[in-house]
C-alpha cells in the first residue's frame, strides 16, 4: 500500500524557516518524481514544488522560487521541503503527492504569524 | 500562468441522478503527443484530496466507473452517474501540460 506522511508542521514567525518531511513507502520511491502541494485556509490548491526522481531537476512557481527548496534522499525514501522568509501568505496544509498527483499524504499544517 | 476556472457551486442533486461538474482551461491541454493533461480530484469534507481522473477521461485505479471525464483542448467535464451520499465534496481540476501546475478554484457538490 502506498502511504506517505508528511510531518514538521507548525507555528513560525513571518521571516522564519521550517522544514517539512515526507516519509514513503509502499512503493519504489526513487523511480518516481515528487511534488508538494498547498491549500490555503480558502481551500485553494495550489502547487508548491516538484523534483525529479533522481533529484537532479526541480522546479516552482514565482511565489515560492528563491524561497523553497525542494530535496529528497532516495535511500531515506523521505522527500523534504525547505522553506525559509516565509510570509502569512504561505499558511497552509502542506501535502506531498507522487506524481501524476495519484497519491496524497494527510498534509502537515504551517501557520505564519507574529 | 495557465488559469483554470470552475464554478464554485454545482446544483444540489438527488441522490440516484447524474451530475456534470464542468471545468475551463485559458490555454490548450492537449499536448504534442496527443494526450491532454487534465486531472480531476474529489476532496471529500476532511480528506485529502483524491485523484479521479487523469489524461481527460482515463479513470484512476479504484475509482467507481460511475465518474467519466470529457472534453476538448480548454473545455472539460466530469459526469458523475447515479450520484450517492458518499460523493459528496469539493471536486478540482488541474492542469499538467505545462509549469507552473495550476488548479481550478473546485466545485462543491451538495446532495438534495
Known amino acids: 500500500e502506498v502511504m506517505l506522511v508528511e510531518s514538521g508542521g507548525g507555528l513560525v514567525k513571518p521571516g522564519g524557516s521550517l522544514k517539512l518531511s515526507c516519509a514513503a513507502s509502499?512503493?519504489?520511491?526513487?523511480?518516481?518524481?515528487m511534488s508538494w502541494v498547498r491549500q490555503t485556509p480558502e481551500k485553494r490548491l495550489e502547487w508548491v514544488a516538484t523534483?525529479?526522481?533522481?533529484?537532479?531537476?526541480?522546479y516552482y512557481p514565482d511565489s515560492v522560487k528563491g524561497r523553497f527548496t525542494i530535496s529528497r534522499d532516495n535511500a531515506k525514501n523521505t522527500l523534504y521541503l525547505q522553506m525559509s522568509s516565509l510570509r502569512s501568505e504561505d499558511t497552509a496544509m502542506y501535502y506531498c503527492?507522487?506524481?501524476?498527483?495519484?497519491?496524497w499524504g494527510q498534509g502537515t499544517t504551517l501557520t505564519v504569524s507574529s | 500562468d495557465i488559469v483554470i476556472t470552475q464554478d464554485e457551486l454545482s446544483n444540489p442533486v438527488t441522490s440516484g441522478e447524474s451530475v456534470s461538474i464542468s471545468c475551463r482551461s485559458s490555454?490548450?491541454?492537449?499536448?504534442?503527443?496527443?494526450?491532454?493533461?487534465l486531472n480531476w480530484f474529489l476532496q471529500r469534507p476532511g480528506q485529502s484530496p483524491q485523484l479521479l481522473i487523469y489524461?481527460?477521461?482515463t479513470r484512476a485505479s479504484g475509482v467507481s466507473d460511475r465518474f467519466s471525464g470529457s472534453g476538448s483542448g480548454t473545455d472539460f467535464t466530469l459526469e458523475i452517474s447515479r450520484v450517492k451520499a458518499e460523493d459528496v465534496g469539493v471536486y478540482y481540476c488541474?492542469?499538467?501540460?505545462?509549469?507552473?501546475?495550476?488548479f481550478g478554484g473546485g466545485t462543491k457538490l451538495e446532495i438534495k
Open positions: 488541474q492542469q499538467l501540460v505545462e509549469y507552473p501546475r495550476t
Open positions: 509502499g512503493f519504489t520511491f526513487s523511480s518516481y518524481a
Open positions: 523534483i525529479s526522481s533522481g533529484g537532479s531537476y526541480t
Open positions: 490555454k490548450s491541454l492537449l499536448y504534442k503527443d496527443g494526450k491532454t493533461y
Open positions: 503527492a507522487r506524481t501524476g498527483f495519484d497519491y
Open positions: 489524461l481527460m477521461s
